[in-house]
């Protein structure tokens, strides 16, 4: 399985984002697919999750702001980021989860300036 994800960039606070992540290989039909970001000297942290049947989590950082959809028939999530803060710059990595087995993909840069 390989994750590929893209659409970081740079962006002045207010702004949008959106990220995708597209997943190849043998995948299971029933999973979660999900972004994870980690800031430097934080720990990765969960930012939103959605699993195969739809639903949903957030961090609550991030509710009202991100909005996370996925396309079953293109294996691939997507991450709609709102009113973006500096406190969201971080790597973002998107993630695939299938039972107990976690795929991740390269991060992805987002940069939020002031």
């Known amino acids: 399985v390989q994750l590929q994800a893209s659409g970081g960039g740079l962006v002045q606070a207010g702004g949008s984002l959106r990220l995708s992540c597209a997943a190849s290989g043998s995948i299971f039909s029933i999973n979660t697919m999900g972004w994870y970001r980690q800031a430097p000297g934080k720990q990765r942290e969960l930012v939103a999750a959605?699993?195969?049947?739809?639903?949903?989590n957030y961090a609550d950082s991030v509710k009202g702001r991100f909005t996370i959809s996925r396309d079953n028939g293109k294996n691939t999530v997507y991450l709609q980021m709102n009113s973006l803060k500096p406190e969201d710059t971080a790597v973002y990595y998107c993630?695939?989860?299938?039972?107990?087995?976690?795929?991740w993909g390269g991060g992805t840069q987002v940069t939020v300036s002031s």
């Open positions: 993630n695939l989860r299938v039972g107990s087995i976690d795929y």
């Open positions: 959605i699993t195969s049947g739809g639903r949903t």
